[in-house]
């Protein structure tokens, strides 16, 4: 089965279709806000080297 096969019959059985209209939608300012802290948040207790991917 090729890739492409595969991914059709995963969408026919109820899987996630991506949906470009859905680009375009506000983004909601509490994510905004979330976003920033986590930056912060990642700036002041950076991940340690060992869980990161080299």
Same mark, same amino acid.
């Given at each position: 089965? =090729?890739?492409?096969?595969?991914n059709? $019959?995963k969408? *026919?059985? /109820? /899987?996630?279709? !991506?949906?470009? *209209?859905?680009?375009?939608?506000?983004? #909601?300012?509490?994510?905004?806000? =979330?976003?920033? =802290?986590?930056?912060? $948040?990642?700036?002041? !207790? #950076?991940? #340690? *080297?060992?869980f990161?991917?080299?």
């Amino acid at each position: 089965m =090729k890739v492409v096969e595969k991914n059709i $019959t995963k969408e *026919s059985e /109820g /899987g996630i279709i !991506y949906n470009p *209209s859905l680009d375009n939608l506000p983004v #909601p300012q509490i994510a905004l806000e =979330k976003a920033e =802290k986590a930056r912060e $948040t990642l700036r002041k !207790y #950076p991940i #340690p *080297s060992h869980f990161k991917k080299n």
